[in-house]
């Protein structure tokens, strides 16, 4: 009962220092407004008291004597300042403390997403310190003053604080938005610090939407943050994106990207999605003046075992963050009333080679699905279910055989262990053999045997011959296939069991599900993982 008691005292508390730090903020966003207004007073009484001399106190202004105001105004603007100064100091160890706070988050919507935002206060004028803090962007013509007003007063909502979301919301952030959306289901892993430069090593475990939002509060603490930490969902989605005004994709699977496309569509919102992987990356504008939407270019979606993401195929980290930029420049440009470079067309960026292309899209597609004249779909859908993959990087077990083709780590152990007769087949990239392997295993890349390689085929059935001779069994001889995850080798098996008998014998192939990430985790923890 003691411990159920602390655990709720706990969530109070946090609970009300959430609340506290909202006050800040918004407290501090009225301070900005008053500073403001208090120059502008400032500057039209010294106007008038070097016009007209030494001014006289009026019945309406008790003399200095009597109250004190003149006093009582410079010491409330000190106060200011020195209260602006204590929140932002404020703000950066509350953002510290805020990824502490990983347990009991459905109490404040961090899980469920809160159901409405206060608008964005109205802004007529910049401060001295706004002045200051982005005097390098206001000098310019196309931005000016009233850019970077439009700015304060947009919101953008980041999908993903991943490779593409953490160099994105940090230009955001600089350039003085108003407010950062921050949707990630995810925790940050020491794999992801190659690319998503928001978060550090003292950081891994938390959550990645709160620590990109501490990161964020660093650089800019008059920015509004607001981390959502959990997959964004159709229940959510729509309800998240109208709260808005630009959306930027920056997930890395296909259910996310048609949910978003879609959100947006019906929310009537701005989408600049962006994507990488290995040394290649996109751009483009959808939803946007009348251009398409990414359901008019990809009216149905790839099949699931055509599709890879960084963590099966791999990517430079420069190539995230360029497309990062190249997103936040767009949302820029938008928000501040430039407009868009890619409203119709998507631009490719080619790392080996140093080369962007510009490709000019299709228009709008009359009979789109969701932005065509007689759209069929007026609500979210079950987005999983339509790609028939997971909208998220966790799950990216593909089932291409049936159970009696398949066996576990623990069993594939077992059988080793008894040194029963077999053949294990590593079908991996060369490039991931390198990194590293099980030693007993025969290496032949899935694209060699997809290819029918002769050479490939050789060596197999070579080694195939070589177990034979040892066992002197008449059974068929099994032929263990593994790969990192447990997909290719599905794929190989299947190939195993399409070749001919009278060159391969009798062969019993076999794939070993979760492959050497699985054999990591549940067999020799001193195996690598990449």
């Known amino acids: 009962m003691a411990g159920a008691a602390a655990a709720r005292l706990r969530a109070e508390i946090r609970r009300r220092e959430r609340e506290l730090r909202g006050l800040r903020e918004r407290l501090a966003a009225e301070l900005a407004r008053g500073d403001t207004a208090e120059q502008e007073e400032d500057g039209e009484r010294e106007r008038d008291e070097a016009a007209c001399g030494a001014r006289q106190p009026s019945a309406a202004e008790p003399a200095r004597g009597d109250a004190g105001d003149a006093e009582d105004e410079d010491g409330t603007r000190g106060l200011r300042e020195r209260l602006a100064a204590e929140l932002a100091r404020g703000d950066s160890g509350d953002a510290d403390e805020e990824d502490e706070d990983d347990e009991d988050e459905d109490e404040d919507g961090a899980l469920g997403f809160p159901a409405e935002l206060p608008p964005l206060p109205a802004r007529s004028a910049l401060s001295a310190a706004e002045i200051l803090r982005y005097s390098r962007q206001l000098v310019l013509p196309e931005l000016g003053v009233r850019g970077q007003l439009r700015l304060a007063r947009s919101s953008v909502l980041v999908v993903g604080c991943g490779g593409l979301g953490c160099p994105l919301a940090q230009y955001l ?217 997971c909208a998220t990087d966790k799950c990216r077990a593909l089932q291409l055989l049936p159970g009696a083709d398949r066996v576990s780590v623990q069993q594939y152990k077992a059988l080793l262990d008894a040194r029963a007769p077999h053949v294990l087949l590593d079908v991996r990239p060369p490039v991931e053999a390198e990194i590293c392997r099980l030693p007993h295993a025969l290496h032949i890349p899935l694209r060699r045997l997809q290819d029918r390689d002769p050479a490939s085929l050789q060596r197999l059935q070579k080694r195939i011959c070589e177990e034979k001779q040892r066992s002197d069994d008449q059974t068929p001889l099994p032929v263990y296939v593994v790969c990192k995850l447990g997909n290719d080798s599905q794929k190989a098996v299947k190939i195993l069991q399409e070749l001919p008998a009278e060159e391969f014998g009798s062969v019993l192939a076999k794939d070993i599900k979760g492959g050497l990430m699985a054999w990591a985790t549940k067999i020799d923890s001193t195996f690598p993982q990449y």
């Open 173 to 389: 952030a600089a350039a003085g938005v108003g407010r950062l959306g921050l949707v990630d289901h995810d925790v940050v892993e020491t794999s992801n610090l190659q690319r998503q430069v928001l978060h550090g090593e003292a950081r891994r475990g938390r959550p990645k939407a709160r620590s990109a939002a501490a990161a964020l509060r660093r650089l800019n603490s008059a920015v509004q943050y607001v981390p959502y930490r959990g997959a964004l969902r159709p229940r959510s989605a729509l309800r998240l994106v109208r709260q808005y005004d630009i959306v930027a994709d920056c997930s890395d699977n296909v259910p996310t990207r048609y949910l978003v496309s879609d959100a947006c569509v019906l929310a009537g919102k701005p989408l600049v999605s962006g994507s990488a992987l290995r040394l290649e990356g996109q751009l483009a504008v959808y939803n946007h003046r009348g251009g398409p939407c990414y359901r008019c270019l990809f009216p149905r979606p790839p099949p699931p075992d055509t599709v890879t993401n960084c963590a099966d195929g791999g990517v430079l980290g420069a190539v995230t963050g360029i497309i990062g930029c190249l997103q936040a420049l767009e949302v820029l440009k938008i928000a501040s009333g430039m407009g868009s470079s890619f409203s119709g067309y998507m631009l490719m960026f080619d790392a080996l080679e140093g080369r962007f292309r510009n490709i000019k899209l299709r228009p709008r597609r009359a009979d789109c699905a969701v932005c065509g004249d007689s759209p069929s779909i007026t609500c979210l859908q079950d987005y999983e279910a339509f790609c028939g993959s």
